[in-house]
């Protein structure tokens, strides 16, 4: 059986945690290789003083990176011990932008088999919808599953692709994007009906039925 590579991204937003515990429930399976990949936004700056402390604000931003990946190996350690001893897990922190380009390249460079994300406002996933477009899959070049935290106010609903089907946004059916348990109407485009045509009791002379009446 090949090992497939299941990344699971992590952010402090509490989504992110459940999305780690939908896929120990219900994709992870034993001889995979968990990788827990953070990252951290990059800071640059020009001056010699300033690069010192951006070099300071970088090492912290890591370390605080890689306590939040510990956090979750903990929640796999705690809750689900058995995945402990049958899959492997790494811990991958590093620099890069919050706009969804890093991300991508290192699930690519890891080839990943899957991507599971927690779904909230400033998710990535929203960014890349807005500046690639249909072209969101190839970037990513593996299965996604975004995690919708569930809440009171709001209808979770599931949504199962086949592996060469569209999802949300209409994504290109080349993407291979698999998405599960997002709130749909927060990512779809809204419907918009069509324009009501003006009804006309005669559309033509042709369709009037002429009778006379008999004389007596």
């Given at each position: ?18 999305a ?55 929640i ?6 058995n ?77 199962k ?36 045509i ?19």
């Amino acid at each position: 059986m090949d090992v497939r590579k299941i990344v699971v991204l992590v952010e402090e937003e509490e989504a992110a945690r459940t999305a780690l515990k939908w896929a120990l429930q219900n994709l992870i399976r034993c001889g995979d290789l968990i990788t827990l990949l953070h990252i951290f936004p990059s800071s640059s700056s020009s001056s010699s003083s300033s690069k010192s402390k951006t070099k300071t604000k970088s090492r912290l931003l890591r370390l605080k990176g890689f306590q939040l990946a510990l956090s979750f190996k903990d929640i796999i350690c705690n809750n689900f011990p058995n995945v402990v001893l049958q899959t492997n897990i790494e811990i991958v922190v590093t620099e890069g932008d919050q706009e969804g380009a890093k991300i991508s390249a290192m699930v690519r460079e890891i080839g990943a088999s899957a991507l599971v994300v927690g779904l909230h406002d400033q998710s990535f996933l929203y960014k890349l919808a807005m500046t690639d477009g249909n072209n969101i899959g190839s970037r990513l070049d593996c299965r996604v599953l975004a995690i919708k935290q569930p809440t009171a106010n709001s209808t979770v609903q599931t949504l199962k692709t086949k592996k060469s089907g569209s999802a949300v946004l209409q994504l290109d059916s080349s993407n291979h994007m698999d998405f599960s348990q997002i709130e749909i109407a927060s990512l779809q485009v809204p419907d918009i009906s069509p324009p009501k045509i003006p009804y006309r009791i005669c559309p033509s002379r042709s369709a009037i039925i002429w009778r006379s009446r008999r004389r007596s």
